[in-house]
C-alpha cells in the first residue's frame, strides 16, 4: 500500500462541477413535483367548483347566473393548471 496516499474513510469525493449538476438535478426535479402538486389540487378545485356551479345552475333564477359564475371560475382555475392561459 502507497504510504504518501490519504487513508481511505469510505467516503467519496466529489468534484465541484459534480455537486453543481446535482443541485441543478435536485432543483429541477423539486420545482417539477411542485408543479405536478399545484396541477392537481388546481383541477380538484376546478372540478369542485364545476359541480357546485352545476348544481346551482340547475336550481335556475337567479341561482342560474351564480352557479354559471362560479362554472366561469372552475374552467378559468382548470384553464390556468393546465398552462393554457398565462399566470
Keep these: 500500500m502507497d504510504e504518501s496516499a490519504p487513508p481511505d474513510d469510505g467516503e ?3 468534484s465541484l462541477e459534480d455537486h453543481r449538476q446535482y443541485e ?5 426535479i423539486e420545482d417539477a413535483l411542485k408543479h405536478v402538486l399545484v396541477t392537481i ?3 380538484s378545485l376546478a ?3 364545476f359541480v357546485i356551479g352545476a348544481q346551482f345552475a ?4 337567479v341561482l342560474l ?4 359564475a362560479i362554472v366561469l371560475v372552475a374552467c378559468f382555475i382548470g384553464a390556468m393548471a393546465l398552462d393554457v392561459l398565462p399566470v
Excluded: H
Excluded at 65 to 68: E, S, V
Design 12 to 14: 467519496l469525493e466529489f
Design 24 to 28: 441543478i438535478l435536485r432543483t429541477a
Design 41 to 43: 389540487i388546481m383541477l
Design 47 to 49: 372540478s369542485g367548483l
Design 58 to 61: 340547475l336550481e335556475g333564477g
Design 65 to 68: 347566473w351564480i352557479g354559471l
